[in-house]
């Protein structure tokens, strides 16, 4: 029986290795921990790319928070004006509650955006943003996240979380899919 093909065959680079992401962590994990210590927070994943970072990140924060998540999509023109298709809510009531939105990979701005707008409908007292990765050049509305771990530049990248046609989650490293398989797929 031959071995499964191992998910790492299909990475041309490496964008931050696992050693990077953990230093990248911790510095966020630190100004988390000055912010948003005293105020217990509720943190939110936004699935599911957003499932590792958010994991690791916890665990580098030493005070109360709760964790929770939300999954939601955006289409184009219709969250321009904050809305946004959640697909799974949040199990919490976050009026009066400080949030931080916690998401892998901000892009367009469109899903951060409108998630923030409609927890601040819902009375949230606070909503911090925070994201592993930037793709500045990709902006499509006027948004920036209050933590980034790391700029990139306009590349799909995979792994740590983020995927590829629902693959390559469980890399440890992030890293940029060999052009072949995009082109195989988009042929
Ligand atoms: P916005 O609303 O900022 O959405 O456009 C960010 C979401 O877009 C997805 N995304 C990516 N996923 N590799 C991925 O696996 C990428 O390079 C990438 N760029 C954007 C991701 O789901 C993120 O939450």
């Known amino acids: 029986m031959t071995a499964p093909q191992s998910p790492r065959d299909d990475i041309a680079e490496v964008v931050l290795s696992a050693e990077e992401i953990a230093e990248t962590v911790d510095a966020l994990a630190a100004r988390l921990t000055e912010d948003v210590g005293c105020l217990q927070p509720i943190m939110v994943g936004v699935l599911t790319g957003a499932f590792v970072f958010l994991a ?10 709760e964790v929770d998540f939300v999954e939601a999509s955006s289409y184009g023109e219709s969250t321009v004006g904050g809305e946004v298709v959640i697909r799974i809510d949040l199990t919490r009531d976050v009026e009066g509650r400080h949030v931080v939105l916690v998401d892998d990979i901000l892009d367009t701005g ?3 955006s409108a998630l923030r707008s409609t ?69």
Do not use: M
Not at 122 to 141: H, I, N, Q, Y
């Open 110 to 112: 469109r899903t951060l």
């Open 119 to 187: 927890l601040r409908k819902r009375g949230a007292r606070s909503v911090r943003t925070c994201c592993l990765l930037d793709k500045p050049d990709r902006r499509e509305v006027d948004f920036e996240a209050d933590y980034v771990g790391a700029k990139i530049p306009d590349v799909f990248v995979v792994g740590y979380g983020l995927d590829y046609a629902h693959g390559h989650r469980n890399l440890p490293f992030i890293g940029v899919l060999r052009t072949e398989l995009y082109q195989s797929t988009q042929a």
């Open 56 to 65: 690791d990140l916890v665990r580098r924060l030493d005070f109360p928070l």
